[in-house]
């Protein structure tokens, strides 16, 4: 593994490897509900919520072999969202919370929007530097 970040293995390794970040991810989560402030925990879930490490792990893995990891991530991440703001977030309220702050949602990325371009992104980029 480099990075700590699967690149080969069987479907089964795999899944072993998402749950156990799952739960890592989960308490981060858990942690944003705790905050007595709503505003810092907003801001702390939208720039280091995991998001970022979550883009990266999508970055390195195809999105079908880690399709309930986005699944799971996308509904905990709605949950905490709901949690801080004190809802429960329709179906278009959530679509709007991952629009970006210009076009008036919350800037809150969803994996499972971002999952397919990410790997096909990363696959592009090392393809150009190791084609010579």
Not at 45 to 63: E, Q, S
Request: charged share 25%.
């Amino acid at each position: 593994m480099f990075m700590k970040v699967p690149i080969v293995g069987s479907a089964a390794f795999i899944a072993e490897w998402a749950g156990t970040k799952m739960e890592y991810i989960k308490k981060v989560f858990e942690g944003l509900r705790g905050l007595s402030r709503r505003h810092v925990a907003l801001y702390l879930l939208k720039g280091a919520g995991d998001v970022c490490r979550v883009l990266y792990y999508l970055r390195a893995i195809p999105r079908d072999l880690i399709q309930n990891f986005v699944e799971q991530f996308d509904s905990e991440l709605r949950g905490v969202l709901g949690d801080i703001l004190g809802l429960s977030l329709s179906d278009a309220q959530w679509v709007q919370a991952g629009l970006g702050v210009r076009c008036g949602g919350l800037g809150v990325k969803h994996a499972g929007d971002l999952a397919d371009a990410a790997y096909i992104a990363s696959r592009a980029l090392a393809y150009e530097e190791f084609r010579g």
